[in-house]
């Protein structure tokens, strides 16, 4: 399983202060140095943490993968055809939100998302869609060819109660299976963490887990090498 490391909390402590550090892209060029195997931004439209020149520095220096989240309107997917990240996640995005609140609902925005995976293939990204574990959210998503799916994991990470957990495994388990069948990648991401990743690596067949929270919070007070290469460890 490869671990791709999400890098918008660096760039939310430097807007905090109005001013360029921490800056992201050099927390990215470390991670790879550490071992990462992707970057991932979320390019959101109120541009609260990583803005376009990030990405276009991220595009430019990062010698793995870029990984960008983004919704799928019409000014995030103009950027994404400019900047041409190896991967665009498209994930559902409200200004309200604190973080990604879960899955997009494929099949009631089938024909927009339909029409934004075009968009991404003429320009050669490829296309993951954020979703829940749902059998019938992964076939609509084979169905208008996206080419990976990533796993909601914030259910399992949240569960208060070991029986909670395990039920919600048990669902992401037959979603990976079903997708690996239709021909999908599977990705997996949202609250993973230090703790929760032992059992979430049990699951066969993941292709990359994106995990944000826990090690950029872990890097305070380690240094980002060792908070990522300690996650390495316990992926491996
Ligand atoms: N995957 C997606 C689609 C996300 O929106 C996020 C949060 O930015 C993550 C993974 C990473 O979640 P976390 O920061 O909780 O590790």
Request: hydrophobic share 45%.
């Amino acid at each position: 399983m490869r671990f791709s490391l999400n890098v918008d909390h660096i760039a939310t402590l430097r807007n905090a202060r109005g001013e360029d550090q921490p800056d992201p892209v050099t927390a990215a060029l470390i991670a790879e140095q550490a071992g990462v195997d992707g970057i991932v931004v979320h390019l959101r439209e109120d541009r609260r943490h990583i803005n376009e020149r990030d990405v276009r520095l991220l595009r430019e220096l990062i010698t793995t993968k870029l990984d960008l989240e983004m919704a799928a309107t019409d000014e995030i997917i103009k950027i994404a055809c400019d900047v041409g990240p190896e991967l665009a996640t498209i994930v559902p995005e409200k200004r309200q939100e604190l973080t990604t609140e879960g899955g997009i609902n494929v099949i009631d925005n089938i024909s927009r998302l339909k029409d934004a995976i075009s968009d991404l293939h003429r320009s050669e990204i490829l296309v993951s869609l954020f979703i829940e574990p749902n059998i019938n959210q992964i076939d609509a998503a084979a169905e208008i060819n996206s080419d990976f799916i990533e796993i909601h994991t914030g259910i399992f990470a949240n569960a208060i109660s070991e029986e909670e957990q395990f039920d919600e495994l048990d669902k992401i388990r037959i979603a990976v299976k079903h997708a690996k069948k239709l021909g999908l990648g599977v990705n997996a991401g949202h609250g993973l963490d230090y703790q929760n990743i032992k059992i979430f690596k049990e699951i066969p067949d993941i292709d990359e887990v994106s995990i944000g929270h826990a090690v950029i919070a872990k890097a305070m007070f380690v240094g980002l090498k060792e908070a990522v290469q300690e996650m390495i460890r316990l992926i491996r």
